[in-house]
């Protein structure tokens, strides 16, 4: 697992631990000081990442929320937040 | 008529387990709630969303007596002293309060602002969930919306214990933690350092501010609440299971 933390500005500290599988999300999980409800979301918003190609990961995570209509509301980071840090961690090598 | 509940001291288990039962409460037609409360053993509480082995020095927390526990809300961990703050909860139907979190978070915050300020103490909401003074954190605070009923809680500082506020948490060297220690001196306020108030005295400041306004009469936990407390602390906020899921 490579883990990546980040302190997002005006936000919280995120920290993300993820493994790949080739180019592919194979586990993420997502820990830090930050807000989301309801809180249980989390668990699917996890699930969503999984096995997507991190080439082109925000278009397809966006759209994966849209599809799933999810209502999360994160405060103090976003899904833009957590994709960014999981191409940080895959231009660092898993 | 809201129901307040003045400050009791339990342990981080018990005090989180009624938090839970108190929003059972309120879903079922209860009347709002404003409590006021200590921890007794001290305590570390960590967000829903953080990993207990990244945040906090376990061994040390239970070598010195010091409970961990998770809060069903977000945020951050916070070292609770049991001499050394008081914590509140505000549960109440969520469609009294403002529809955005962000100004429910400013809300509620307000009646702490109010309360520091009627012992002489100028401090201000910082967005999401802080007040501060002077760019010190003096309280925070966290949110959760579950079954229409609202759930704020969060502490205010009496008096500071920076060692072992670092102590409990994750920081493998001795240097970091030095510097951790200045640092959070810089970051970190407390009642203590602008008046010499016995806590009653915070205490009974907060009460009036959160009152302000409302009617309110004081109140005791009913025996469901109560029974349902013991239940959540043992079988759920005392488990491996629910305090290291993450």
Not at chain 2, 15 to 42: H, K, L, Q
Request: net charge positive; proline share 2%.
């Amino acid at each position: 697992m490579k883990t990546v933390e980040r302190k997002i500005k005006n936000g919280k500290l995120v920290r993300i631990s993820v493994k790949f599988n080739g180019d592919r999300i194979s586990d993420l999980k997502i820990t830090g000081d930050f807000f989301m409800h309801p809180e249980e979301s989390i668990i699917e918003f996890e699930q969503i990442f999984m096995g997507k190609k991190v080439e082109g990961l925000r278009s397809k995570i966006m759209k994966e929320l849209v599809k799933r209509k999810i209502k999360i509301v994160c405060i103090g980071f976003d899904y833009n937040d957590v994709c960014s840090m999981v191409e940080e961690a895959w231009r660092c090598g898993e | 008529m809201w129901r307040v509940i003045t400050a009791s001291k339990n342990d981080a288990f018990m005090n989180m387990a009624v938090d839970e039962a108190i929003c059972n409460y309120v879903r079922d037609g209860g009347e709002p709630t404003i409590r006021f409360y200590m921890w007794n053993p001290s305590a570390v509480s960590i967000g829903y969303f953080q990993s207990v082995m990244d945040e906090v020095d376990v061994e040390f927390c239970n070598k010195n007596g010091i409970s961990v526990v998770r809060r069903r809300t977000g945020g951050g961990a916070v070292y609770h002293d049991s001499h050394g703050e008081i914590t509140y909860s505000v549960i109440a139907p969520q469609d009294m309060f403002p529809e955005s979190i962000l100004q429910s978070y400013k809300m509620i915050c307000s009646w702490i602002v109010d309360g520091l300020e009627s012992i002489g103490i100028n401090s201000s909401f910082k967005p999401i969930n802080d007040i501060i003074i002077n760019e010190k954190k003096i309280s925070g605070s966290a949110q959760t919306r579950k079954e229409g009923v609202l759930l704020q809680h969060g502490t205010v500082l009496y008096s500071l214990n920076l060692d072992t506020m670092f102590r409990c948490l994750k920081v493998s060297d001795e240097k970091i933690r030095d510097k951790m220690i200045n640092s959070a001196r810089q970051r970190v306020t407390c009642v203590n350092d602008y008046c010499d108030i016995p806590i009653q005295k915070l205490h009974n400041s907060l009460l009036n501010s959160f009152c302000y306004g409302k009617e309110w009469r004081f109140g005791e936990l009913t025996e469901k609440e109560l029974a349902d407390a013991n239940f959540l602390a043992k079988n759920k906020y005392k488990t491996h299971q629910w305090n290291f899921w993450r």
